[in-house]
């Protein structure tokens, strides 16, 4: 499964402190030419978790973005094989994917002179 920028899928997230892997949301943030190229994407996470980190980006069409409750995306960023993406669950609003985008360049070395 190729996934394209801004999809919302189910991936299967390991816990430090446990043996076994649950399956979570997460957003797909490299684009569809890097995830064919290398069989893999790199992504978000994307928690329902009450406390916040100062860069998460709250999903405000999240319904849209098929989950089930609201969530945010959080930069916990992380790279997985293509064949370990369960299924996709959505796509995050042109408004919400906006404001990752915001949000990544903000949280990613753009200019590497400095």
């Not at 394209?4 to 043996?19: A, C, G, L, Y």
């Not at 094989?81 to 990613?108: C, M, N, Q, Y």
Request: charged share 25%.
């Amino acid at each position: 499964m190729t996934s394209e920028s801004f999809d919302v899928v189910v991936v299967p997230f390991p816990f430090t402190n446990r043996r076994v892997a649950k399956r979570r949301p997460a957003l797909i943030v490299s684009s569809a030419n890097f995830n064919r190229v290398h069989e893999q994407s790199i992504l978000a996470m994307i928690t329902s978790a009450r406390g916040d980190w100062p860069s998460d980006v709250a999903i405000r069409n999240w319904r849209e973005a098929g989950l089930n409750v609201p969530c945010k995306v959080r930069f916990k960023l992380f790279t997985l094989d293509d064949t370990l993406i369960v299924r996709k669950l959505g796509r995050l609003s042109k408004r919400d994917s906006e404001a990752v985008k915001k949000a990544l360049a903000h949280v990613l070395a753009s200019n590497v002179n400095n």
